[in-house]
């Protein structure tokens, strides 16, 4: 994929505020190695599956799912068909939510009832080559876009915001390093995001080690900021895997 210049995060940053007023048509892009989005999709219901949490909001979380450990047991699940069968193309890195965090990371806004307005199959589809399923879409609008903005439409053009500002480490070529650990992935974030920091990433492994998620924190102001101590992730030292997807 082409690369950005090392300053490219700093001033995406700077630049977020402006961009989330005007929001802009901003096409869909995505970490994707191919993916061609739909006209429109049906939009699935979602059922509420904890409390409403009014709260102010201190800072953001931007979580991107690792696809090719996610689909490891998914490839012929029809629920996950979009991102995992191969049909609709090879997916890296795509957006699980975008979650606003309350003061302290002790807790957090969401389902917040009173602007959950619910959004088009064709909103919807623009978010497919970065949350390639409809019902992850839906559901992170509900229960976490719902308590940061007051349309579908703008929280998923923040979360493609967010996703275009970024550059990708090869996390393929990371695969084969011997030795690998949580540490070292942040390294590789680093070195392909040079505003980032190590206590600004949290990298989550699953109970065998192998990466699941990169967990990014934002400030208020939406530039990188440290993670609170709950969200950091594996330590440094934490051995790490990544599937490639065969």
Same mark, same amino acid.
């Given at each position: 994929?082409?690369?950005?210049?090392?300053?490219?995060?700093?001033?995406?940053?700077?630049?977020?505020?402006?961009?989330?007023?005007?929001?802009?048509?901003?096409?869909?892009?995505?970490?994707? !190695?191919?993916?061609?989005?739909?006209? =429109?999709?049906?939009? %699935?219901?979602?059922?509420?599956?904890?409390?409403?949490?009014?709260?102010?909001?201190?800072?953001?979380?931007?979580?991107?799912?690792?696809? %090719?450990?996610?689909?490891?047991?998914?490839?012929?699940?029809?629920?996950?068909?979009?991102?995992?069968?191969?049909?609709?193309? =090879?997916?890296? #890195?795509?957006?699980?939510? #975008?979650?606003?965090?309350?003061?302290?990371?002790?807790?957090?806004?969401?389902?917040?009832?009173?602007?959950?307005?619910?959004?088009?199959?064709?909103?919807?589809?623009?978010?497919?080559?970065?949350?390639?399923?409809?019902? #992850?879409?839906?559901?992170?609008?509900?229960?976490?876009?719902?308590?940061?903005?007051?349309?579908?439409?703008? !929280?998923?053009?923040?979360?493609?915001?967010?996703?275009?500002?970024?550059?990708?480490?090869?996390?393929?070529?990371?695969?084969?390093?011997?030795?690998?650990?949580?540490?070292?992935?942040? *390294?590789?974030?680093? *070195?392909?995001?040079?505003?980032?920091?190590?206590?600004?990433?949290?990298?989550?492994?699953?109970?065998?080690?192998?990466?699941? *998620?990169?967990?990014?924190? !934002?400030?208020?102001?939406?530039?990188?900021?440290?993670?609170?101590?709950?969200?950091?992730?594996?330590?440094?030292?934490?051995?790490?895997?990544?599937?490639?997807?065969?």
């Amino acid at each position: 994929m082409p690369r950005r210049r090392p300053d490219m995060a700093l001033r995406a940053g700077r630049a977020l505020a402006f961009a989330l007023t005007a929001l802009a048509p901003a096409i869909a892009s995505a970490q994707s !190695y191919q993916c061609t989005a739909p006209g =429109s999709v049906s939009v %699935p219901s979602i059922a509420r599956d904890g409390p409403s949490r009014s709260m102010p909001t201190a800072g953001y979380v931007l979580a991107l799912s690792w696809s %090719p450990e996610f689909c490891r047991t998914r490839k012929s699940s029809p629920r996950h068909a979009r991102q995992c069968s191969g049909r609709e193309g =090879s997916f890296g #890195l795509i957006v699980h939510g #975008l979650w606003p965090q309350g003061a302290g990371g002790r807790s957090w806004p969401q389902w917040c009832a009173a602007r959950r307005a619910r959004p088009t199959g064709a909103q919807l589809a623009r978010q497919m080559c970065v949350q390639p399923s409809a019902s #992850l879409a839906m559901r992170q609008w509900a229960k976490h876009g719902s308590c940061l903005t007051d349309t579908p439409d703008r !929280y998923f053009r923040i979360t493609r915001i967010l996703h275009r500002s970024l550059d990708w480490p090869d996390l393929d070529r990371l695969s084969r390093e011997d030795g690998l650990t949580a540490g070292r992935i942040r *390294e590789a974030w680093i *070195e392909a995001n040079r505003n980032w920091r190590r206590e600004m990433i949290a990298v989550k492994l699953n109970e065998r080690g192998w990466l699941e *998620e990169i967990r990014l924190c !934002y400030g208020r102001d939406w530039m990188p900021t440290a993670c609170g101590r709950s969200a950091r992730g594996a330590a440094d030292d934490a051995p790490a895997k990544i599937w490639r997807g065969f």
